[in-house]
């Protein structure tokens, strides 16, 4: 069982990256896998989810229309395309297992950050 996230660096306003989380074949058949974020002092926030069969998506208000998640089954990875990044997505993102209510959420797993920086 387990969560990896690859994908992160160093980028100017504007730019874009992507970001990917190789996840195990367990957590993937049976939960929801997410992105979340956490930037210097703040707490960790949920960034986007991808859930069930049909794969329905779910995003933080800051990121609609910028970033966009995606699950590619054959390859165990969910991915999270960033574009028109902005100052304040600077950030460690974390792939986790996640749900989505009044706002996403973690439900119990976490993989290992990587790190986001946007500067110019």
């Known amino acids: 069982v387990q969560l990896q996230a690859s994908g992160g660096g160093l980028v100017q306003p504007g730019g874009s990256l992507r970001l990917s989380c190789a996840a195990s074949?367990?957590?993937?058949?049976?939960?929801?896998i997410g992105w979340f974020r956490q930037a210097p002092g703040k707490e960790r926030e949920g960034v986007a989810c991808?859930?069930?069969?049909?794969?329905?998506?779910y995003y933080a208000d800051s990121v609609k229309g910028r970033f966009t998640i995606s699950r590619n089954n054959a390859k165990n990875t969910v991915y999270l395309q960033m574009n028109n990044l902005k100052l304040e997505d600077t950030a460690v993102y974390y792939c986790?297992?996640?749900?989505?209510?009044?706002?996403?959420?973690?439900?119990?797993?976490w993989g290992q950050g990587t790190l986001v920086t946007v500067s110019s």
């Open positions: 986790g297992t996640c749900g989505y209510g009044s706002s996403l959420y973690n439900t119990g797993y």
């Open positions: 074949r367990f957590l993937l058949d049976y939960y929801a």
């Open positions: 991808i859930i069930g069969s049909h794969a329905n998506t």
